[in-house]
């Protein structure tokens, strides 16, 4: 008995050992593959036929060429991969990663003999698909089906959109059933999409369902809400739409309703022709009406603020599905808004836009902007490619900017093209009132390409091909205020931007009268431009000379200031360089040394007259700067290397005194005092606090 048992026990350890090796051949190898294929054909309820295939059951396999026919359809595929994990059906439960299939054709054949096989149920229990891509589906009907009963349950959860396609991101879960009744096919399911991002489009979430009744000619509806919808830097709030569709012989009739609010509706009829159909007919019917009675319900936008109008349209639907036609209009009423990037208050906006058969919409609008008023024509064309839009503008005394740094009035007269992420601009703008008050521009640095920023949210323009080709003229009232300069300005140049590039102005404007400012002293512009060789039209080269007429002081008895008869001098300098980094170099009328020059600048006399030690070494080293091969002085103050100084008059005595402060780390610096007569040091030590 004892030896019966280790026969048997031997017996069942090579059945295992067979077995174990027979499954990991049926699952894991190119033969077991070939050998499941052809079970199936062997027990499929048809013919089925594969003529290529390779992969292994277990994870991936692809299969080419499928053909399968029985009594009731006749199935052809091109392609079907599969990446899946067969062990979870032992519990029920189907995985599925990626499902790719293409070239799909479905003959359904008329089969009388029919029967209904009575319950139907199904193993699989849970169903997981994270990857699914079919496409090239084709369904041909045999005559008509008869008696077919037939029942379908779905549940579809897709955790990550992203598998799908790499730019889209969210979750979707959707169950529902098909079924038929009286030999009429139903429908009945739900779907709920969470979080969905895709380029410059995301929506919080979308909850539908989609049901229809098992009758002849029963409507199917569709039912959808939307929240918190975002369109690149515009915010929709929530979307309601209601849809139904009555399948009629010969045609599709819908009736769609999108609602944003109570005031602000859209509603859709539609006649389309039932696909079905073995014949039918391209063609489109229908008519829109669109009804917006409060806008600021409908959009918000950080660009946009205080958006208010009423909006109104009717649209005729016609011709066919590959050539539609529209007719009919779009009308903007009594509308408004801010932008707060440009502190413009636009109004009175009125435009009636109308749609031809031909696909060209026709814009006409008026708008006003502050005291003036512009109008806005042109053409929107549907019929090509990216819908190329060709727009005129045309105003008088337009308010264009409205900050604390920019106020500007424009009277322009342009002509506008945009077609997909091309757009260009021509033509003359006329600034009748500019006033511009800077402390500094932003300078533009381009680094490395190979320079990158962890976490760096990528951003393109919206434009890939911008053109500029302007005519730009200053009217009476145009005023700049930056750094040391102060002028009013006038003349015109020309603008222009290549695509890639940025605006480059080629001309000259001239300084009409101005002060320049240096060591606290304010010298009047005898001779100035603003010069542009296609430079940046926000970096003009410098061509100024600015002076100021001294007279050195004398002293009476008592020691106050008088004025020589007939004995003044001419001190200034001559600025060349740019706006953003002037070159300051002194001059004088008659010629005088840096020092001397410096001396009337600073204390009002010549440098024979200072007796303060101090005083002329200060002179000395300041002159000694100006000669140096960086005689720049961008700061306000006449800042050198990092030295800032400030002249200073005193209100009885004419005598001046000149405070210089030289940081020598982060929170000391030395700050000196000096006048004709002495001078003072002190060391100071900056701490702050939050």
Same mark, same amino acid.
Request: include cysteine; charged fraction near 15%; glycine fraction near 8%.
């Given at each position: 008995?004892?030896?019966?048992?280790?026969?048997?026990?031997?017996?069942?350890?090579?059945?295992?050992?067979?077995?174990?090796?027979?499954?990991?051949?049926?699952?894991?190898?190119?033969?077991?593959? *070939?050998?499941? %294929?052809?079970?199936?054909?062997?027990?499929?309820?048809?013919?089925?036929?594969?003529?290529?295939? +390779?992969?292994?059951?277990?994870?991936?396999?692809?299969?080419?060429?499928?053909?399968?026919?029985?009594?009731?359809?006749?199935?052809?595929?091109? !392609?079907?991969?599969?990446?899946?994990?067969?062990?979870?059906?032992?519990?029920?439960?189907?995985? /599925?990663?990626?499902?790719?299939?293409?070239?799909?054709?479905?003959?359904?054949?008329?089969?009388? $003999? *029919?029967? #209904?096989?009575?319950?139907?149920?199904?193993?699989?229990?849970?169903?997981?698909?994270?990857?699914?891509?079919?496409?090239?589906?084709?369904?041909?009907?045999?005559?008509?089906?008869?008696?077919?009963?037939?029942?379908?349950?779905?549940?579809?959860?897709?955790?990550?959109?992203?598998?799908?396609?790499?730019?889209?991101?969210?979750?979707?879960?959707?169950?529902?059933?098909?079924?038929?009744?009286?030999?009429?096919?139903?429908?009945?399911?739900?779907?709920?999409?969470?979080?969905?991002?895709?380029?410059?489009?995301?929506?919080?979430?979308?909850?539908?369902?989609?049901?229809?009744?098992?009758?002849?000619?029963?409507?199917?509806?569709?039912?959808?809400?939307?929240?918190?919808?975002?369109?690149?830097?515009?915010?929709?709030?929530?979307?309601?739409?209601?849809?139904?569709?009555?399948?009629?012989?010969?045609?599709?009739?819908?009736?769609?309703?999108?609602?944003?609010?109570?005031?602000? !509706?859209?509603?859709?009829?539609? *006649?389309?022709?039932?696909?079905?159909?073995?014949?039918?007919?391209?063609?489109?019917?229908?008519?829109?009406?669109?009804?917006?009675?409060?806008?600021?319900?409908?959009?918000?936008?950080?660009?946009?603020?205080?958006?208010?109008?009423?909006?109104?349209?009717?649209?005729?639907?016609?011709?066919?599905?590959?050539?539609?036609?529209?007719?009919? +209009?779009?009308?903007?009423?009594?509308?408004?808004?801010?932008?707060?990037?440009?502190?413009?208050?636009?109004?009175?906006?009125?435009?009636? $836009?109308?749609?031809?058969?031909?696909?060209?919409?026709?814009?006409?609008?008026?708008?006003?902007?502050?005291?003036?008023?512009?109008?806005?024509?042109?053409?929107?064309?549907?019929?090509?490619?990216?819908?190329?839009?060709?727009?005129?503008?045309?105003?008088?005394?337009?308010?264009?900017?409205?900050?604390?740094?920019?106020?500007?009035?424009?009277?322009?007269?342009?002509?506008?093209?945009?077609?997909?992420? #091309?757009?260009?601009?021509?033509?003359?703008?006329?600034?009748?009132?500019?006033?511009?008050?800077?402390?500094?521009?932003?300078?533009?640095?381009?680094?490395?390409?190979?320079?990158?920023?962890?976490?760096?949210?990528?951003?393109?323009?919206?434009?890939?091909?911008?053109?500029?080709?302007?005519?730009?003229?200053?009217?009476?009232?145009?005023?700049?205020?930056? !750094?040391?300069?102060?002028?009013?300005?006038?003349?015109? /140049?020309?603008?222009?931007?290549?695509?890639?590039?940025?605006?480059?102005?080629?001309?000259?404007?001239?300084?009409?009268?101005?002060?320049?400012?240096?060591?606290?002293?304010?010298?009047?512009?005898?001779?100035?431009?603003?010069?542009?060789?296609?430079?940046? %039209?926000?970096?003009?080269?410098?061509?100024?000379?600015?002076? !100021?007429?001294?007279?050195?002081?004398?002293?009476?008895?008592?020691?106050?200031?008088?004025?020589?008869?007939?004995?003044?001098?001419?001190?200034?300098?001559?600025?060349?360089?740019?706006?953003?980094?002037?070159?300051?170099?002194?001059?004088?009328?008659?010629?005088?040394? *840096?020092?001397?020059?410096?001396?009337?600048?600073?204390?009002?006399?010549?440098?024979?007259?200072?007796?303060?030690?101090?005083?002329?070494?200060?002179?000395?080293?300041?002159?000694?700067?100006?000669?140096? +091969?960086?005689?720049?002085?961008?700061?306000?103050?006449? +800042?050198?290397?990092?030295?800032?100084?400030?002249?200073?008059?005193?209100?009885?005595?004419?005598?001046?005194?000149?405070?210089?402060?030289?940081?020598?780390?982060?929170?000391?610096?030395?700050?000196?005092?000096?006048?004709?007569?002495?001078?003072?040091?002190?060391?100071?030590?900056?701490?702050?606090?939050?």
């Amino acid at each position: 008995m004892r030896r019966l048992f280790t026969y048997l026990f031997r017996f069942l350890l090579i059945f295992i050992v067979f077995g174990c090796g027979i499954l990991y051949l049926f699952l894991f190898t190119q033969p077991g593959l *070939q050998w499941s %294929i052809s079970l199936a054909k062997k027990f499929a309820p048809g013919h089925l036929e594969i003529a290529e295939s +390779s992969g292994v059951l277990s994870s991936h396999f692809i299969l080419k060429k499928i053909h399968f026919v029985n009594d009731d359809l006749q199935l052809d595929i091109k !392609q079907f991969e599969l990446r899946w994990r067969p062990f979870p059906l032992l519990s029920h439960r189907l995985f /599925i990663h990626d499902l790719f299939s293409e070239g799909i054709e479905i003959h359904l054949l008329q089969n009388k $003999n *029919q029967k #209904n096989s009575g319950k139907n149920q199904t193993w699989i229990r849970q169903f997981w698909l994270d990857n699914l891509n079919v496409s090239d589906i084709n369904l041909y009907r045999e005559n008509s089906l008869t008696s077919h009963i037939w029942n379908i349950q779905w549940k579809i959860q897709v955790p990550n959109l992203h598998s799908l396609y790499t730019d889209l991101a969210g979750s979707v879960i959707s169950t529902g059933t098909i079924s038929t009744k009286n030999n009429i096919g139903f429908v009945a399911g739900d779907f709920h999409v969470k979080q969905v991002k895709f380029e410059n489009f995301s929506v919080a979430a979308i909850d539908g369902t989609i049901s229809s009744a098992a009758e002849k000619n029963a409507l199917i509806r569709l039912d959808l809400i939307g929240d918190r919808i975002k369109l690149a830097d515009y915010d929709i709030p929530q979307i309601r739409i209601f849809s139904h569709a009555k399948l009629l012989p010969d045609m599709i009739s819908t009736e769609s309703s999108i609602l944003f609010s109570s005031a602000n !509706q859209i509603h859709m009829s539609v *006649q389309l022709p039932n696909a079905l159909q073995e014949e039918w007919k391209d063609f489109l019917r229908g008519a829109v009406t669109l009804n917006f009675n409060d806008i600021s319900e409908i959009i918000s936008s950080v660009h946009l603020k205080s958006l208010k109008g009423r909006v109104m349209g009717n649209i005729k639907l016609a011709g066919s599905l590959s050539h539609p036609a529209f007719q009919g +209009s779009l009308d903007i009423n009594n509308g408004q808004f801010f932008i707060p990037a440009l502190g413009i208050h636009p109004r009175a906006v009125n435009f009636h $836009n109308t749609f031809t058969q031909a696909l060209l919409i026709s814009v006409n609008g008026r708008f006003n902007s502050g005291a003036g008023h512009g109008v806005l024509k042109g053409t929107v064309d549907l019929s090509q490619a990216n819908f190329p839009l060709r727009l005129t503008l045309q105003g008088n005394q337009l308010q264009v900017a409205n900050t604390d740094e920019y106020k500007i009035t424009a009277s322009p007269n342009l002509n506008i093209t945009l077609q997909g992420k #091309n757009a260009s601009i021509t033509g003359n703008l006329l600034l009748p009132y500019v006033h511009i008050t800077l402390e500094e521009y932003t300078q533009i640095v381009n680094l490395p390409k190979e320079l990158v920023f962890a976490g760096e949210k990528k951003s393109a323009p919206y434009f890939n091909n911008f053109s500029l080709q302007l005519q730009l003229e200053l009217g009476k009232k145009v005023h700049l205020e930056y !750094q040391q300069l102060n002028a009013d300005l006038g003349g015109k /140049i020309f603008v222009s931007q290549v695509p890639g590039g940025f605006p480059l102005g080629n001309g000259a404007l001239h300084i009409i009268r101005g002060t320049y400012q240096i060591y606290d002293k304010l010298f009047t512009i005898e001779d100035g431009r603003l010069i542009y060789v296609k430079n940046l %039209i926000t970096n003009p080269g410098l061509d100024i000379d600015a002076f !100021q007429e001294l007279h050195p002081d004398a002293k009476n008895f008592m020691g106050f200031g008088i004025e020589p008869i007939n004995h003044y001098v001419h001190v200034g300098v001559s600025v060349r360089g740019t706006l953003i980094e002037p070159v300051v170099k002194l001059i004088s009328e008659p010629p005088l040394s *840096q020092e001397d020059i410096l001396s009337y600048m600073i204390f009002g006399q010549p440098r024979s007259e200072i007796s303060a030690h101090g005083a002329l070494t200060v002179l000395s080293t300041l002159a000694t700067s100006m000669d140096s +091969s960086d005689p720049t002085l961008g700061d306000q103050s006449g +800042s050198t290397h990092g030295l800032s100084s400030v002249a200073k008059l005193g209100v009885f005595n004419p005598a001046q005194a000149l405070n210089l402060n030289l940081p020598i780390s982060r929170k000391w610096k030395i700050r000196t005092e000096t006048t004709t007569t002495e001078t003072g040091v002190d060391l100071l030590y900056e701490y702050e606090t939050h």
